[in-house]
């Protein structure tokens, strides 16, 4: 009905007499999209901590719509981010025992060892379906409705889906708002990335052939895991570091100069302490212009792929948000306070969009306690708790203060270390690289921090993270039974060695 009355009233329109039938269109305009009503919360943004949140919030009773403006459900971390990665990542290192000849001094002789690089991206991207229309069937079970579009809050209750055109295709009326939109690349001034030879991280994950040469700008989390993948590939992969160490921020100085280490043992060259200062394409090629950040020093550098990896920022631009009243802070992010609310109470804020470290993790626990304190629930995270973990090989994995804050802090403390290469299990493994550090409170004992670098860190990790939770002291781990022969054997080690001065295995 209302289809044939506009193909009528462009008819007439035709005939020049728009004045007559103007207010008539203007109706029906305002009529072109659909209407959902007493909705109770709108999330924006359905990666881990829109989705988590949405399911959350469903569960709990409420009804729930989650606006995703990609054509996939799951934001970077599934699309382009932490599941990509990490199937390269694992891929690759089984590449790399291969033709490295890690498998034949294990017995296993491959032969010619060759790399299908199309085969290895397309098993990266069945990990990535699998899991994005994984949770579009959690939506589906959960009853959350999923509306695709750009989510722009038009009003303290109202959120609008835009499509690529722009235009309303779209309204939700709704008691609550989570705002979960994440983070994009951060671009680096004077150098415009075109994902082909200068790229991001979206980029750096499906290059169509292995460079010869790569420069990444930035040797943080990011940047050394996808450095490290295109090495073991093949490329020879130097990493421009401002800063006077690998990692990124919040590592340890322990773990990091070993992690520097054992990357270089495996081909990735590192410039700490030097800055890129320009880029251009010449001939094929990119040169890339660095200067020291001590001596002054210039150098040029020749690469046939550049990796641009210097952190993220808040993706809040676009969403109304001003319109409202809402501010950002100087780095864009959404001011909240403990319920994650924004000055509108019932305009919630979580993950890469507020203050604190962007990972997904973080992101998720955010989006469930929001929506556990919007039905009356306590609401309460311990960001001391919240895990990192570089998944290169060995892994590396940090939770609580590392040795330097507790310096800064003033805080007396006591340190355990215990090295794999006197674990049993990583020994039977041939996989000995790394060590556990821990940092107990000289007073009471209590774990204050746990760091990482070694076989299978970014899952005992979690281990400590559950003993911190429960405030539970360094005897309380040496003394909890570990399995043998495990490498979670070396965790308990070293909180042995922070609580009793000594460890069992270790002279």
Not at 2 to 23: D, E, F, G, I
Not at 34 to 57: C, E, F, N, Q, R
Not at 67 to 96: D, M, Q
Not at 360 to 369: C, L, P, S, T, V
Request: proline share 4%; glycine share 12%.
């Amino acid at each position: 009905m209302q289809s044939s009355l506009l193909q009528a009233a462009r008819q007439v329109t035709k005939q020049n007499v728009r004045t007559v039938l103007s207010p008539f269109l203007g109706s029906m305009q305002t009529r072109c999209y659909a209407t959902h009503d007493d909705v109770d919360l709108v999330v924006i943004g359905s990666g881990p901590g829109g989705y988590v949140g949405a399911i959350k919030a469903s569960q709990l009773g409420m009804k729930t719509v989650c606006i995703e403006k990609n054509a996939t459900l799951g934001g970077t971390c599934l699309n382009v981010g932490c599941i990509p990665s990490k199937a390269l990542l694992n891929n690759s290192h089984y590449f790399h025992m291969a033709k490295g000849g890690d498998l034949a001094n294990r017995g296993i002789e491959c032969g010619e060892v060759k790399l299908n690089l199309e085969k290895m991206m397309g098993e990266k991207s069945k990990a990535v379906g699998a899991l994005t229309g994984g949770i579009k069937m959690l939506f589906k079970g959960n009853k959350v409705t999923h509306l695709e579009g750009h989510g722009k809050i038009t009003g303290p209750n109202q959120v609008s889906v835009l499509g690529p055109d722009g235009e309303v295709t779209e309204v939700v009326n709704t008691k609550n708002i989570m705002i979960a939109t994440g983070s994009e690349v951060t671009p680096f001034p004077g150098i415009d990335v075109d994902e082909e030879t200068i790229v991001s991280s979206t980029g750096a994950l499906s290059l169509k052939e292995v460079p010869e040469k790569m420069i990444i700008i930035g040797a943080g989390v990011i940047g050394v895991e996808l450095g490290s993948v295109w090495a073991r590939l093949g490329t020879q992969v130097t990493a421009v570091e401002f800063m006077g160490h690998v990692g990124g921020m919040g590592i340890d100085m322990d773990i990091s100069k070993q992690f520097q280490r054992i990357m270089t043992k495996q081909g990735l060259k590192f410039k700490l302490n030097t800055k890129v200062t320009a880029a251009k394409k010449e001939g094929g090629k990119i040169t890339v212009t660095v200067e020291s950040v001590k001596d002054g020093k210039v150098e040029n550098m020749e690469a046939d792929v550049l990796l641009v990896c210097v952190g993220r920022r808040p993706y809040t631009q676009g969403l109304g948000l001003e319109e409202l009243g809402i501010e950002m802070d100087n780095r864009g992010r959404v001011p909240v306070n403990s319920r994650f609310q924004s000055v509108l109470p019932n305009v919630y804020a979580i993950g890469d969009c507020i203050a604190g470290p962007m990972l997904a993790h973080k992101a998720e626990d955010e989006g469930i306690i929001a929506a556990e304190g919007m039905v009356g629930g306590p609401v309460h995270i311990d960001y001391n708790c919240v895990p990192s973990v570089v998944y290169t090989h060995p892994e590396v994995a940090w939770v609580g203060k590392s040795e330097e804050d507790l310096k800064s802090e003033g805080v007396e403390y006591v340190v355990g270390k215990f090295p794999f290469a006197a674990n049993s299990r990583a020994k039977c493994n041939n996989d000995t690289d790394g060590l556990v550090k821990i940092l107990g409170d000289k007073k009471t004992d209590r774990l204050l921090g746990a760091h990482i670098i070694g076989p299978g860190a970014g899952e005992i990790i979690n281990e400590a993270v559950l003993a911190m939770e429960y405030g539970a002291s360094c005897e309380d781990i040496a003394r909890t039974c570990h399995a043998h022969p495990t490498c979670s054997e070396a965790f308990r080690e070293a909180n042995l060695a922070a609580y009793s001065g000594k460890a069992i295995n270790n002279m």
